[in-house]
Structure formats: C-alpha cells, structure tokens
C-alpha cells in the first residue's frame, strides 16, 4: 500500500514534468524548473502586451492605412501576424502566394476576416540550405500587401 505522502509526491513530480515541458525547460531541479517558468511567464507577458500595443495601435491609426505586419523569429521557421482594422478582401492569398514564392511553408494559421482582417501564421523555409531572415519575410508580406492595395 503506498502511502500519501509517496502519491502526493509523485503527482507533485508529475506536474513538475509537465510544467517543465510547457516551458521548455532543461534545468533538473525544482527550484530551477518553477524560475524557468517565471521568466517564461514574463516572456509571454510582454508579448500579449506589445501585441495589444500593436493593435491598439493599428485601430487608433488611419482607416485607409496599410495593414500592420510584424515577424518574430521561432526556433524553426516565423511567426508571421498581420492586422488591419478594415476587412481586406483577397489579401490573404496574395499574402500566401508572396509566402510560397519564399519557399515558405505555412504549417499552421488563423484567420479572421469579419469586421477586420487578422492573421497569425507559423512558416518554415522549405530549403534546408537557405536561411531567411525575418526582415526578409516581413518586406515580402509587405510587398505582397502593397500590390494588394494597388489591385484594389
């Protein structure tokens, strides 16, 4: 029979794995694990924050402005987001077809274009060999924008 404080030792163990996973984490100890976390809660924290800036922003900006673009590099390909306060009607494909002419993979993205257009996407470069930078992606999409906005 395993006592309580062995089962709350382990399920204490348990969340501490998949409080190590959640944050990527490589530190062995406790302590280390929960201040891993803390920065990586603060990490997180300022992204919701300049991204709300930057929303904020873009709303508080001219209606007949360009959509706002912004690129953050991950460990494997971008986080690519767009926003306009206007709908844009067939600016999400010419932002994709800009992205596949970069060998850009999209490997996941959200949509929405009710009111305003927003889109958050996550892409890859499809050649190993080739390294894109962020700012690379970043004029592509705003190239693909621009030409967007003289089509309309």
């Known amino acids: 029979m395993v006592s309580r404080e062995h089962k709350r030792a382990k399920v204490q163990h348990e969340k501490l794995q998949l409080l190590r996973s959640v944050t990527n984490s490589h530190a062995l100890n406790e302590t280390s694990v929960i201040v891993d976390a803390s920065k ?40 690519i987001n767009v926003f306009s306060a206007k709908n844009c009607p067939g600016l999400l494909v010419s932002i994709l077809e800009a992205l596949e002419e970069l060998n850009l993979n999209v490997l996941e993205a959200r949509v929405s274009c009710t009111d305003n257009f927003r889109l958050q996407a996550v892409g890859e470069n499809e050649e190993e060999g080739e390294a894109i930078d962020a700012k690379v992606v970043k004029q592509v999409v705003l190239e693909a924008i621009k030409h967007w906005g003289e089509k309309d």
């Not at 924290?45 to 953050?72: C, W, Y």
């Open 40 to 79: 990586y809660i603060e990490e997180l924290k300022k992204k919701v924050e300049r991204l709300n800036q930057d929303i904020a922003d873009a709303q508080t900006s001219d209606k007949n402005s360009l959509p706002m673009v912004t690129v953050e590099t991950l460990k494997k390909g971008f986080l």
